[in-house]
């Protein structure tokens, strides 16, 4: 008893020291370097990535096992001993060493599907996103104006040419 009161005891102790702040160590008037760094785009992709591959291999194994077992029972006529999953009676064979290593490909190969055609789905959205914004964005206007020069000589009344009156209102010969 005194064993187990001993590990115990170390145990709670060990997390106690986590809790109690260093001497030394002091957070007024210090703030965090890493709360300003922006990471580049595809360091943020390559993170994503990466957490979808890691999240569906669960779900791969599943499919992959259930496929594993069912190629298994047809291999083997339908036999009992080989169904699938939720099927299978107490005291069935288990995989063999090829089939279980094919298996764990099959189930990495479907994560890493996944995630690379989840990467490739968020680069399409991105790129049309920066297309719209680029065809919305502000643009200088067409209408160019420049100063106008020599107005006296485009504003000057029309000439009656038949006359030789320069300047005479029509009707006035």
């Not at 102790?13 to 890493?34: D, I």
């Not at 169904?83 to 069935?92: D, Q």
């Not at 049309?128 to 420049?146: F, S």
């Amino acid at each position: 008893m005194g064993f187990y009161r001993a590990v115990s005891l170390t145990l709670v102790l060990s997390f106690a020291a986590g809790l109690v702040p260093l001497a030394g160590q002091t957070t007024a008037g210090t703030e965090s370097t890493t709360q300003n760094i922006e990471f580049p785009q595809w360091s943020k992709d390559l993170r994503r990535a990466e957490i979808i591959a890691f999240g569906t291999i669960p779900f791969s194994w599943l499919v992959s096992t259930v496929t594993m077992d069912i190629s298994r029972t047809i291999a083997h006529g339908g036999d009992q001993q080989y169904w699938p999953w939720p099927l299978k009676p107490t005291g069935a064979p288990t995989m063999t060493n090829g089939e279980f290593v094919t298996t764990i490909c099959v189930a990495l190969g479907i994560s890493a599907t996944v995630a690379i055609v989840d990467h490739i789905i968020i680069k399409h959205k991105r790129r049309k996103a920066e297309a719209l914004k680029l065809e919305n964005a502000p643009r200088e206007p067409i209408i160019i104006r420049r100063p106008a020069t020599n107005l006296d000589d485009e504003t000057a009344a029309p000439s009656n040419s038949e006359n030789g009156d320069a300047g005479a209102a029509p009707g006035e010969n």
